[in-house]
């Protein structure tokens, strides 16, 4: 029988959910491995075939790792609360629960018919409330702890409390609120519950604090930066602005150094960790205090009337001409000179309209508005002038900066626009200068510092800040708090309530905090988030906290949720996280590098301070898969002398002889550039009547790669491939198109090949009448060659995962094994083997017909390589008469040229040739051709 895929199909994917194949065992002696994808958003589109391109790759790995005696954990499950799912329900009323699980019903057909070897007895599904359970049981263990600096590590807020009880604050080195109190332990326990609870959560690791958001009203939540694109949302387009609201945060920067050195550790690609790296932004410098001129004495600079401002160059502070606050920061209102109050208000107003990452990157606008007062600089006295400029950002820092235009681009460009001062200070004598950024090495600068190396200089001018009281040495990190919270339905429950004004946590017991039932999903009219909607929702009588938790949340631990997906009395049991340890190969996307894969480190290392796992990094190797682009068609409309549309299409070849514009066609009507001129019609109602300008008698589409996109008509659904070539063809067409981590553009044109190359395969295991047919015996050595050959080609390309490579070489071993009319059962057993991985599902059909005992391949023992049979012994000499070449011949290379000439020429195939002719000559260039002479 033909290569009949789509039963074939069918029937494997059946079996191996109906026997769950692929359940990963926790009791086995087998070393374990654990691959994992990113898990997905289920969208209302589905998957395109861009998406699992990633999930492919993994597979193949999963399935080679299995062959190779691993025990193979290799879960999927859902990312499964979003805004998408919130934005529907709020247009349709429908819940977002309802279209959560449509779409994921679509996913997992769609995964399914692809053939993926995952572990579905672990799935998960984030929005689920026996999934969140744990989210918000990690944010509680987080609320219950605070970061020893003296351990470096997360610990039990009980046991700050014990110090205080004992100690008071004395002797306490935390990452906590600049804010906080110094006491004795009689002074602790003199507070009332509330002041203690108060104080307390200056320290904690989740706490509440008013911060800089992006607020969409429209949407009425608080978006992400990557959800912001000038100025406006993603979704929706709806205007956002910089809002100062309280919320939740985490205190992810007191893991900052950790993050930095744990990058050191991990087989991460380097572009990505630089990415952390600089988000990161580790910077030693130190913390200026600049007395507000109203003040008299440098008493005011331990009374908070200064303005304090962060430097790695503390050297060039003899250059600083004025100071730049953050539109946000907090003395703004206070320093504005009645006179300036309408520009300061004015350009505040501006400055909301941008994000936090546009005003980053904005570095060539310049603009600012001058507050009307001034700061003294501590080390010589002089006045300066304050301005604000949305180039400061609130949360880097202290939302201020001592601006240097003679040392920085930035600050100097601010100056020439504003007409600042612009100063470098030689030999104590002020001179008025271009821009001259100070460089490293020796410079002559004022005073005490005065041919001092900057290093030197920085020093010099750290000690005398911190014997004045007016700064002290500082490292700073550019990466601030996370925001943890957002104002809308669907999310997780933030497991609070509030007594006396201030958070308090729920009891463990009364975990999940569920979702309320709520009769719409938009903020109130008071503008309170969604969950004010839920009556007599409350916890004994207190308000529960309104906001849900970020899209993060349940993504920063969800691995070990795989690891015993089930457990109901823990997150996983302790004896599964020993087994599993950590992902040893995660593959997703370079987008998530300053997100889920930040926040998931974070997580990982404070349940490793808690002792609840036992690694301190989540993702031993981390993959980026490249992005599949589109292949967009177009079609070529005349226009007429009036520079309106016409109805008719010129062909790709022909346009430049016409005034034409370009249409995306729908890339699903047509193959190889040729256009389906009949779905071209139906397409779309506009074009029932389109007429055409043919070249050769066809129309020949234009072409070129953009994203794949629904507005360029050029997204190609898997189902469609699937059910027309099959999913095994599907698997190694997408890793065809080239190396995994970069990007290509789908060609459907290329499939074809693909699809001939398996039926190809599967005509090596039948006759002439597609009868199955294989032959027992010895293999012969130029099958063995061929069988070894691809043995070691694949196992050397999975391990570095170059999975196009090894599909060039199948192609080559069944070319090789067809051309020696091989059949042998030895050498096609094992090919089944490893294609496997690549092509599972007519690999099991072939595995059962060479006669192996009923049930799937998936744990058999990829074959082992053997070096001997690649050892060249015979050479394919080409038999050339009269000077052409008419076949190949092996020869043992141990012959030598007089006994080559008689083994040739007894040959029956030569003698074909000879046609009965004596030859006149017979030259044996031995290792090299055997030329016959008649």
């Not at 410098?285 to 004495?297: D, H, I, M, S, Y």
């Not at 070990?560 to 109901?568: G, I, L, T, V």
């Not at 346009?655 to 040729?674: A, L, R, W």
Request: aromatic share 12%.
């Amino acid at each position: 029988m033909d290569y009949q895929f789509k039963d074939i199909e069918k029937k494997w994917q059946k079996f191996w959910a109906d026997n769950q194949t692929f359940k990963a065992d926790d009791a086995t002696t087998k070393p374990k491995y654990y691959v994992l994808d990113m898990f997905p958003y289920p969208s209302g589109a589905g998957l395109h075939v861009g998406h699992p391109l990633g999930y492919i790759a993994s597979d193949i790995f999963a399935r080679y790792k299995r062959l190779k005696g691993f025990n193979v954990l290799h879960p999927m499950g859902y990312d499964s609360f979003g805004l998408p799912a919130e934005q529907y329900a709020i247009q349709t009323g429908q819940h977002p629960a309802i279209t959560t699980e449509a779409n994921i019903a679509t996913y997992r057909r769609q995964l399914d018919q692809i053939g993926f070897s995952f572990d579905w007895s672990r799935e998960v599904r984030t929005s689920s409330p026996d999934y969140y359970k744990w989210t918000q049981w990690i944010f509680m263990q987080l609320f219950n702890s605070w970061y020893n600096k003296d351990a470096d590590k997360a610990e039990s807020i009980s046991k700050l409390v014990s110090h205080f009880d004992q100690n008071g604050s004395a002797g306490i080195n935390a990452v906590c609120d600049d804010e906080i109190t110094s006491f004795t332990a009689a002074g602790w326990k003199a507070m009332s519950n509330r002041e203690q609870q108060a104080e307390l959560l200056k320290y904690r690791l989740t706490y509440l604090r008013e911060s800089t958001v992006n607020w969409c009203a429209a949407l009425g939540t608080v978006l992400a930066n990557d959800e912001v694109k000038d100025g406006f949302s993603e979704r929706g387009g709806y205007p956002v602005e910089q809002k100062k609201m309280m919320q939740w945060s985490m205190r992810i920067t007191a893991y900052a150094d950790r993050l930095l050195k744990g990058l050191d550790t991990i087989d991460w690609p380097e572009p990505l960790k630089e990415m952390q790296r600089n988000w990161i932004g580790k910077s030693v410098g130190a913390l200026v205090k600049f007395q507000l001129e109203k003040e008299t004495n440098l008493q005011s600079l331990t009374s908070g009337k200064y303005i304090e401002v962060f430097t790695t160059r503390a050297d060039t502070i003899f250059g600083t001409t004025f100071l730049v606050l953050a539109p946000e920061h907090e003395l703004v209102a206070s320093l504005t000179t009645p006179e300036q109050k309408g520009d300061i208000e004015a350009y505040i107003a501006q400055a909301k309209k941008k994000s936090e990452l546009e005003r980053m990157a904005d570095a060539k606008t310049v603009s600012g508005a001058f507050t009307g007062s001034f700061a003294i600089n501590p080390v010589n006295g002089e006045k300066v002038q304050i301005w604000i400029a949305d180039y400061v950002l609130a949360g880097y820092g202290t939302g201020a900066v001592m601006a240097v235009p003679s040392g920085d681009q930035r600050d100097y460009l601010f100056a020439k626009h504003y007409n600042l001062p612009i100063i470098q200070i030689i030999d104590q004598q002020k001179i008025e200068t271009e821009a001259d950024p100070t460089k490293e090495g020796y410079y002559v600068n004022s005073g005490f510092i005065n041919g001092l190396t900057y290093k030197e200089a920085t020093a010099a001018v750290i000690a005398k800040l911190e014997e004045i009281g007016a700064g002290k040495a500082k490292v700073n990190f550019r990466m601030r708090d996370a925001i943890f919270g957002r104002q809308r339905y669907w999310g997780e429950p933030v497991p609070v309530y509030f007594k006396d004004d201030l958070p308090h946590l729920i009891e463990e017991k009364d975990l999940p905090l569920v979702l309320p039932e709520v009769d719409k999903y938009l903020p109130t009219e008071d503008g309170e988030p969604p969950l004010a909607r839920a009556k007599e929702w409350n916890y004994n009588g207190s308000e529960y906290e309104l906001s849900t938790m970020p899209g993060w949340a349940g993504s920063s631990w969800y691995w070990y949720r795989y690891m015993d997906a089930r457990n109901d009395n823990a997150f996983a049991s302790k004896e599964a996280i020993a087994y599993w340890k950590d992902v040893d190969l995660y593959i997703g996307g370079s987008e998530h590098a300053t997100g889920h894969l930040l926040y998931s480190r974070f997580w990982n290392k404070f349940l490793k301070d808690l002792d609840l796992v036992v690694e301190e990094e989540p993702f031993k190797k981390l993959i980026n898969q490249g992005m599949i682009q589109g292949r967009s068609n177009f079609v070529y409309r005349l226009i007429d002398e009036e520079g309106r549309g016409t109805n008719t299409f010129v062909s790709h070849g022909l346009k430049n002889q016409y005034k034409t514009s370009d249409i995306h066609v729908d890339v699903n009507i047509v193959e190889n550039e040729i256009l389906d001129i009949d779905k071209f019609k139906t397409w779309r109602p506009e074009f029932e009547d389109a007429e055409f300008i043919l070249e050769n008698g066809k129309y020949i589409c234009g072409v070129e790669v953009e994203k794949m996109s629904k507005r360029y008509y050029n997204v190609v659904n898997p189902d469609d491939i699937a059910t027309r070539y099959g999913a095994d063809t599907l698997r190694m067409y997408e890793m065809f198109l080239g190396p995994l981590e970069q990007s290509k553009p789908w060609n459907t044109n290329g499939i074809e090949g693909v699809f001939k190359f398996l039926r190809k395969f599967w005509r090596l295991f039948h006759n002439d009448a597609w009868e199955f047919s294989v032959s027992a015996g010895e293999p012969s050595k130029a099958e063995l060659k061929a069988l070894h050959k691809i043995i070691r080609k694949v196992e050397e390309d999975v391990e570095r995962f170059s999975f196009n490579t090894s599909v060039s070489s199948f192609m080559i071993a069944v070319n090789e094994l067809t051309d020696l009319k091989s059949n042998n059962k030895a050498i096609l057993q094992d090919m089944v083997v490893i294609l496997s991985p690549y092509a599972p599902h007519i690999c099991e059909e072939l595995w059962t017909l060479l006669g192996n005992e009923a049930g799937t391949l998936s744990y058999t023992v990829f074959p082992k390589f053997n070096s001997a049979y690649l050892v060249e012994d015979e050479y394919a000499y080409p038999i050339s008469i009269n000077g052409k070449t008419k076949m190949n011949l092996n020869i043992s290379l141990s012959l030598e040229p007089k006994d080559i000439e008689p083994f040739v020429l007894a040959n029956a195939d030569v003698q074909k040739y000879l046609d009965n002719k004596t030859p006149k000559k017979v030259i044996v260039v031995k290792g090299r051709i055997v030329n016959i002479v008649l």
